[in-house]
């Protein structure tokens, strides 16, 4: 019998699939301390894993430990490094969460431009008759985004972005120009060059080396006075000091942040009291329908690890 780890509670779903296989035994466990995770992990063939840490020290201590299976896409909670020493296999809910994340995007571009908190607090607090001296709304139709990052949820998005009637740009130097073009999208080369020039911006890389602070107050500054920004990637990728300082400076229209550099942000973060900006907390992929498939998808790809049928677009290159 092999022994899962579940380490945050996923959704029911996932683990009626857990108990209806006589081949698997798993236990929940929300505590995410270090130590306690490396006593429990110890015994363990597999492991899914929602936002918690996976450190090296943990994953060490896995004497069993075959495969981790990420509740989710990103994988940067997770030591690359002593997953591969160890010969763990990292799989991912690669088809799970894409539209709900492109959905997330939508809804605070339209929440930003139609000022969204604004007008709601305009009526509820008496001030209907107020309307017409409220600062005007904006469309999206005929106006630039650039969706940075063309992988499942840049694919997800830019589909959203043409039912809007928006001219839609991409930035992502490993996906080619017919493959963008194909869906609608205009390849770009140049992140900065074409920053100046758009109404929007929406961010889907991984977060790394090479895409940490990539948004900082330089490009900021460059941008169009009504572009609105959204991040629903990865915290770190947007430099937050420069975003408060752009806002507040009107170098740009708003931003739309689901994911922050600290999670959850610090009391003294300055863009919590930004009123040019609308905030989630990390939920962007937290629709029911795509909490089931996470749920799903995460013990399913253990299963199929061990069926030897996981397929290689849910594996992590290490
Ligand atoms: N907010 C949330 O709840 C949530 C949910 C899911 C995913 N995410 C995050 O969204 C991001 C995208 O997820 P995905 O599933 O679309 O990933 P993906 O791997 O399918 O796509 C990422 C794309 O980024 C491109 N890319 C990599 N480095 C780049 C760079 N330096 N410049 C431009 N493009 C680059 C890759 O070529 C790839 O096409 C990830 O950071 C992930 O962690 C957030």
């Known amino acids: 019998m092999k022994k899962i780890l579940i380490i945050q509670p996923i959704h029911q779903e996932g683990i009626k699939l857990l108990q209806n296989n006589s081949e698997y035994e798993y236990e929940i466990v929300e505590n995410t301390d270090i130590n306690f995770l ?27 430990l075959k495969i981790i299976s990420r509740h989710g896409v990103g994988y940067d909670n997770i030591d690359l490094e002593a997953s591969k020493k160890k010969n763990v296999t990292l799989a991912i809910t690669a088809t799970a969460n894409a539209v709900a994340v492109a959905e997330h995007v939508m ?22 008759n107020e309307r017409n001296k409220l600062p005007k709304t904006v469309e999206l139709w005929n106006k630039n985004i650039l969706i940075a990052g063309f992988g ?34 205009t390849k770009v080369e140049d992140l900065s060059e074409t920053s100046k020039d758009m109404d929007a911006i929406s961010l889907h890389i991984p977060l790394n080396d090479k895409t940490k602070n990539i948004i900082n107050y330089d490009l900021l500054k460059s941008m169009k006075k009504n572009c609105i920004i959204i991040n629903a990637a990865r915290g770190g990728i947007l430099n937050e000091v420069d975003l408060d300082r752009a806002l507040n400076e009107n170098l740009i229209f708003g931003a739309g ?62």
């Not at 799903?296 to 290689?312: A, Y």
């Open 107 to 128: 809804f605070m571009i339209l929440n930003i431009s139609k000022r969204g908190n604004m007008y709601d607090d305009t009526v509820k607090s008496g001030k209907f």
């Open 38 to 64: 490396k006593s429990k992990i110890k015994s363990c063939d597999g492991v899914s894993i929602r936002t918690a840490n996976l450190s090296g020290e943990v994953i060490e201590a896995g004497d069993n």
């Open 152 to 185: 499942r949820i840049g694919q997800a998005l830019i589909k959203r972005c043409i039912g809007f009637e928006m001219n839609v740009f991409v930035f992502d130097p490993f996906v080619s120009e017919e493959f963008i073009e194909k869906r609608g999208g």
């Open 257 to 318: 942040l689901d994911v922050f550099e600290t999670e959850p942000p610090t009391e003294n973060n300055p863009l919590l009291k930004n009123k040019k900006v609308f905030l989630s907390p990390h939920t962007a992929a937290f629709t029911e329908e795509c909490m089931t498939r996470m749920g799903k998808e995460t013990v399913q790809n253990i299963f199929d690890f061990f069926d030897g049928s996981l397929e290689n677009s849910k594996k992590v290159k290490l």
